[in-house]
């Protein structure tokens, strides 16, 4: 009766194996999967610290904000030069953590630069953007026509509503305690307010892009990649996930000649080290 009861539990479970393999997943046992990976058992406080007080600010999950701490950190540890800069803050979580080891690691305060709408996300392309782009917005009833015009119910649809400025000012001014005369606030579509304010950011450390979709993320790179210092990181949020935002990234390196080493961060962010 056991043999039997095992060779029915093992064709169980082959059974299931096959079944998540053919949807394109994978089982992992829990236990194999490490807590705060390639931090040191020395900052662990301190970055979980720094994600609670921005968890609920952020749509990242733990393994983007741990990547996010450790470039932050290496930034501050070797003395890096240049501002923290973020396209698409949404409530200001990921800069926030970026600000947060400022605080607690740097020298000196940086400058921080934050691009956003702070009213929602603008329509994608049809054209450019992907079916997954086009099928998430049509959902919510919105459209692609690549307008910038805010894609009404969408962050109500998949997060916890639209980013604000007075959301973001509050994290990083009155919770993280950051000093409000090295924030700058670039309230608008990026088209809009990019090629007008990208003089206004000199030397950049990490340029962090989570624009979606293909003319948020290539009108970034045109503006802003020649400010990042040797040495500094560029992180592209949806790389993985939205087709626009990946071919905005390949073309803009294609186009310039420009070879990197891409780390993925996980099944979606990656980034790069300028050279």
């Known amino acids: 009766m056991c043999l039997a009861r ?3 539990l093992m064709s169980l479970k082959r059974a299931i194996h096959g079944l998540v393999n053919h ?3 994978d089982i992992i046992r829990k236990r194999s999967i490490p807590s705060s990976p390639l931090i040191p058992d020395s900052l662990s406080a301190d970055m979980k610290q720094g994600m609670q007080l921005v968890q609920n600010h952020t ?3 733990p393994q983007r904000l741990v990547s996010l701490f450790q470039q932050a950190l290496f930034c501050e540890i070797s003395r890096m030069t240049g501002a923290f800069v973020e396209c698409g803050t949404w409530k200001g979580g990921a800069v926030g953590l970026m600000a947060f080891v400022n605080l607690r690691h740097g020298k000196g305060l940086r400058h921080i630069h934050l691009f956003d709408s702070f009213e929602g996300i603008p329509e994608p392309d049809k054209d450019l953007d992907g079916e997954r782009a086009h099928q998430e917005v049509s959902d919510v009833g919105g459209e692609s026509e690549g307008r910038l015009q805010a894609v009404d119910g ?3 649809a998949y997060a916890d509503g639209v980013g604000t400025l ?3 000012k509050n994290l990083l001014q009155k919770i993280i305690g950051y000093d409000a005369s090295h924030l700058h606030y670039h309230k608008g579509w990026f ?3 990019i090629p007008n304010d990208a003089k206004l950011v000199e030397d950049i450390a990490i340029l962090r892009l989570d624009g979606d979709w293909y003319a948020s993320t290539k009108i970034c790179l045109d503006y802003l990649y020649d400010q990042v210092v040797p040495g500094g990181f560029i992180i592209v949020d949806d790389y993985g996930y939205y087709e626009g935002c990946r ?3 390949d073309e803009f390196l294609d186009g310039r000649g420009i070879h990197v080493y891409m780390q993925a961060i996980d ?3 990656v980034f790069w080290i300028k050279p």
């Open 166 to 168: 007075d959301d973001n």
């Open 247 to 249: 071919n905005a990234v």
């Open 154 to 156: 969408f962050y109500e």
């Open 59 to 61: 749509m990242l999950p």
């Open 6 to 8: 095992n060779s029915k």
């Open 191 to 193: 088209q809009d307010t």
């Open 23 to 25: 949807l394109g997943y």
């Open 267 to 269: 099944n979606t962010a």
